[in-house]
């Protein structure tokens, strides 16, 4: 197809149901909030940080397209970027931990416990 | 005929082109045409044997990788060690997918005449595409040293995905010079741009001549992005045994090799489509059948030369130690290739849209 | 069929099924790969969606670069297992289950109602015109330019933020 035919189909016509995108959206936020809460391991749980992430990324595309409107196409943007400094940051401080303890378990690290 | 099934079938048409100049013909005889380009550069006659002038080597080689022994080391992770290959292979040749290699091909079917561009798709995120798979293709490597088990893997492997990020950005951002002057992300526009014109009424109207500096870093983080000396210390022979891909033997040793010259042919072309012209020169239409045919001996010709580029480079100059290298590759090009971000923003805002 | 339910189906399905995965893998190097499946499956997602713009950063930035900075930090750490479980937190884990099956059933609920009966498509100044061969990318570049200068210039110091932030928290103290 020509470029030019199937992106203006494709704006105007939707063969699957937005809210089936919605659902699949939200079930990956539950399963990134399942991990959060069940994993011990910190990487594994900053993992399913970014999964939810992720997923609520997917619901904003979906709102955007039904409301055609482009904002959600922007939030994601800043989102993406976001989460990028937020990784590096939180992967920082990660190793800064794992050499004061030598662990990322997080049961293991209750100092501040009275 | 229905346009979508003609599409269908010309995209398919397209594909198994593509597959079988670079699978099937490119890649083997690449490694005959490094060994001999070797011994030409170093003043040996290079491999003569099998097969006049050492033809046949290709399919030599090609029965040695099948027949030896296929070992996996103690204690690897299987999965992700069988993965590896697979993932550093199939980015390089995906990446043909969007990069046209000829104008196109006008094709009649029962007096309806269709015409054929000659590129598998055309999408409108373009470059970001080969991008993505870019940074896809360092995954290979970092699991390839990881998963065999082995210090000296490993240390290859964080060392040439280090290397490899590194050198994207230089990349990326050099590139942008030329999305900014051509004004769409799409590769078949960027041909389109540099088709017609010329600047000083003889040079043809190519993104390399305005753009010079984007255009050398380009070139030289694709060495980098392909592992290719004077860049590939990742897999040095002297230091590291064979850095990331010690380990592997028969098949999948020989699916890395030709996974780093599908790179290579991936790079090149991409190198001919953004900076010197793509399958155009300059005063010739190219439209037709004879056109479509030798718009795609032209873009040949052109990656030919630039994948004799990388052989060369690689039999004449020494290797860069691993703190030079990301020096480099951080202090020196990414400020370059900002500095030619600003001029080719200058440059499109002084000529009024047509560089 | 319709190519594009195909599409949609193959799609979801491996992104649940690589995110259930991440959950029970035993080595953090898997889970990571397995959300690169995730992630990747979902940029599939934003291609139908109309976004191929967004699709191709997921997998530049998302995939490609904050996933590989993980596996870095995975290995130069050597984390190879999961820890060794000794006490199991049994309430915790039933818990854990009960309250995501909860909430997670009443957000499919939720956001099902929300998109039925459709919303329809407004007029708003940022919609997505009828597009051009280069897609919705002139759009979201003028956007960004103009509506989203802001958010662009502070997003600019937050990554400079990040980048010495980051710097500075790995550093090695010398006492």
Partial sequence: MSPATSAAAAVSVMAVAPQAYLVVGTILFAIGLAGALLKRNALSIFLSIELMMNAVNLLFLAYARMRGDAAGQMVVFFVIAIAAAEAAIGLAIFVALFRARQTVDVDKINFLKW | ??????????????????????????????????????????????????????????????????????????????????????????????????????????????????????????????????????????????????????????????????????????????????????????????????????????????????????????????????????????????????????????????????GEYANMVAASALIVTLYFGGWSLPGLALTGLWGGLASIAIFAVKTFFFIWLFIWVRWTLPRFRYDQLMAIGWKVFLPLSLLNLLWTGWLVLASGGRV | MNGELLVFAAASAVAIVSALAMLFQKTPVRSVLSLVVTFFALAVLSVLLAAPFIAALQVIVYAGAILVLFLFVIMLLNLTQEAAEKETRVVHRFLSVMGVLALGGILVGVTWKAGNPPVPITTSPNAIPVLGVDGEIPLLGRLLFTDYLLPFEALSVLLLLAVVGALLLSKRRFE
């Fill in chain 2, 1 to 258: 005929m229905d346009p979508l099934l003609f599409d269908a079938l010309a995209a398919i048409a397209k594909i198994l082109f593509v597959w079988a100049v670079v699978l099937a013909a490119l890649l083997p005889n690449l490694v005959l045409l490094e060994r001999r380009g070797a011994a030409l550069i170093q003043d040996r006659p290079g491999p003569n044997r099998v097969g006049p002038f050492g033809l046949f080597q290709a399919l030599a080689d090609v029965v040695k990788m099948f027949m030896k022994e296929d070992m996996v080391p103690l204690y690897a992770d299987r999965l992700l060690y069988n993965l590896a290959p697979l993932i550093t292979m199939i980015p390089a040749l995906t990446t043909f997918a969007v990069i046209p290699f000829g104008s196109s091909i006008p094709v009649t079917i029962g007096g309806v005449t269709h015409i054929i561009p000659l590129v598998i798709a055309d999408v409108n995120v373009g470059i970001l595409y080969v991008f993505a798979l870019t940074s896809l293709g360092v995954y290979g490597l970092v699991l390839a040293g990881w998963s065999s088990n082995d210090k000296f893997s490993l240390m290859g492997g964080i060392r040439s995905s280090a290397q490899i990020i590194s050198y994207e950005l230089a990349m990326g951002i050099a590139a942008i010079g030329v999305f900014l002057a051509a004004g769409s992300l799409r590769l078949p526009a960027v041909v389109a741009y540099q088709h017609h014109g010329t600047f000083l009424g003889f040079l043809p109207h190519w993104n390399c001549f305005p753009q010079l500096i984007g255009c050398v870093i380009f070139v030289v983080s694709a060495f980098a992005e392909t592992n290719r000396l004077p860049f590939d210390l990742a897999e040095a022979e002297a230091e590291l045994v064979a850095g990331f891909h010690t380990e592997y033997s028969a098949f999948k040793f020989g699916m890395f090799f030709m």
